[in-house]
T-cell receptor, first 108, second 116 residues
């Protein structure tokens, strides 16, 4: 069964304290792994797509990496405005399968 | 680019009435559109997938007669919740994808439905 597991469920950081979010997946025939950011009461905002093991992508303080079993979202020197829920999803067939997300809180 | 809009953003209705939610891709042609439902502090649950001009494909457990989906053009899909009940209250989010299944989905801002 295709499955996506994100950890931790919640993460509290001080401003400037770097950390990583984990997304473990089992899927037959991965067509892509996607990271989204979701603010409360809003739709997910697209961040990255990764297609193959070893691939990395960066955007400002965020860097996403992919292996054959998991993906990491590294946050370098986070700021309070990075506080949000980060969702990982894998493309299996035509549908996206989402993890439950990691809720990040960054305090100044 | 890649903007998806939803209307309305919030709707409150009485039990037994029907509610229509619109999803539009503003700057690209959406080959496929998706409808999700999200409960508080839960992740997104796919309800159905629709391709322009075709009948929607519903996920297991989703009643197709209750959640009517129309994808009449490459930029517009609608979800109609028929005979809404309080348990249908939720956050409904649409997404749109251009081209094939390797492309990312772009999400709308969501619609908060409250059924009294």
């Amino acid at each position: 069964e295709d499955q996506v597991t994100q950890s931790p469920e919640a993460l509290r950081l001080q401003e400037g304290e770097s950390s990583s979010l984990n997304c473990s997946y089992t899927v037959s025939g991965l067509r892509g792994l996607f990271w989204y950011r979701q603010d409360p009461g809003k739709g997910p905002e697209f961040l990255f797509t990764l297609y193959s093991a070893g691939e990395e992508k960066e955007k400002e303080r965020l860097k996403a990496t992919l292996t054959k079993k998991e993906s990491f979202l590294h946050i370098t020197a986070p700021k309070p405005e990075d506080s949000a829920t980060y969702l990982c999803a894998v493309q299996a067939g035509t549908a996206l399968i989402f993890g439950k997300g990691t809720t990040l809180s960054v305090s100044s | 680019g890649a903007v998806v809009s939803q209307h309305p953003s919030r709707v409150i209705c009485k039990s037994g009435t029907s509610v229509k939610i619109e999803c539009r891709s503003l700057d690209f042609q959406a080959t496929t559109m998706f409808w999700y439902r999200q409960f508080p502090k839960q992740s997104l649950m796919l309800m159905a997938t629709s391709n322009e001009g075709s009948k929607a494909t519903y996920e297991q457990g989703v009643e197709k007669d209750k959640f009517l989906i129309n994808h009449a053009s490459l930029t517009l899909s609608t979800l109609t919740v028929t005979s809404a009940h309080p348990e249908d209250s939720s956050f409904y989010i649409c997404s749109a994808r251009e081209g094939n299944s390797y492309n990312e989905q772009f999400f709308g801002p969501g619609t908060r439905l409250t059924v009294l």
